[in-house]
Each structure stands twice: as C-alpha cells, then as structure tokens.
C-alpha cells in the first residue's frame, strides 16, 4: 500500500522559493500518479501540479511558470519546486498518489499529512 509524507515547508517572504518533498513508500511507487494539492484556511482543496509515472506533467493555471514538479523514482520521492511565491500562496500543502491518473482532481487514493507554506508580503 501506498503512503506519503511531505515535508519541506516554512515561511517566506513574497518573491521567495520554497522546495517541499514527499517521501513515498510502496512497492510499485513508479507506477503511481502523484500530485501536489493545497488547501487555505475556509477555501476548498485545489490541486497545484501533477505528474505520472513517466514524467508527464500538468499545472494549475495559477502556477504555471513559478512552479515545477518533479519525481525521482530511484529513492521515490515527488518534489515541488516553487519559486516567485505570493502572499496568496499560503497554504498547507498535500501530496497525493494513486494508480488511477485524477490529474488535479482531489480522488487520489493515499494523501499524506500536510505541510504548511507561509508566504509574507
């Protein structure tokens, strides 16, 4: 079974970076779907990128050009790499994994804990 936890959050300032990781243990952790979600106090989760097993990807439009997603499936790991980041941004973040490719739709299978981003003006 799958399982991820994500980590690398923290608080910045606007126009600051951040790289947010998430561990995945499983068997056939290559073969997943994954994906970064976020969700604001009081707001719906949204999903932010994603990613299947042979790197393809899609973003929110909300991202597109300030974030990227990648994975390493040596050592099983989904990372988010962001950059330019706004006071908007601030979120707890979710990784997320499943056989099935939701893409940014939030019916992945397995999510992670969280971690929470912090972007000051």
């Known amino acids: 079974e799958e399982r991820t936890v994500a980590s690398g959050g923290g608080s910045v300032q606007s126009g600051g970076s951040l790289r947010l990781s998430c561990a995945a243990s499983?068997?056939?952790?290559?073969?997943?779907?994954m994906a970064w979600f976020r969700q604001a106090p009081g707001k719906e989760r949204e999903g932010v990128a994603a990613?299947?097993?042979?790197?393809?990807?899609v973003y929110a439009d909300f991202v597109k050009g300030r974030f990227t997603i990648s994975r390493d499936n040596a050592v099983n790991t989904l990372y988010l790499q962001m950059n330019t980041l706004k006071p908007e941004d601030t979120a707890m973040y979710y990784c997320?994994?499943?056989?099935?490719?939701?893409?940014?739709?939030?019916?992945?299978?397995?999510w992670g804990q969280g971690t929470q981003v912090t972007v000051s003006s």
């Open positions: 997320a994994a499943d056989r099935i490719g939701w893409r940014l739709l939030a019916q992945y299978n397995y």
């Open positions: 990613i299947d097993g042979d790197g393809s990807t």
């Open positions: 499983g068997d056939t952790y290559n073969t997943y779907y």
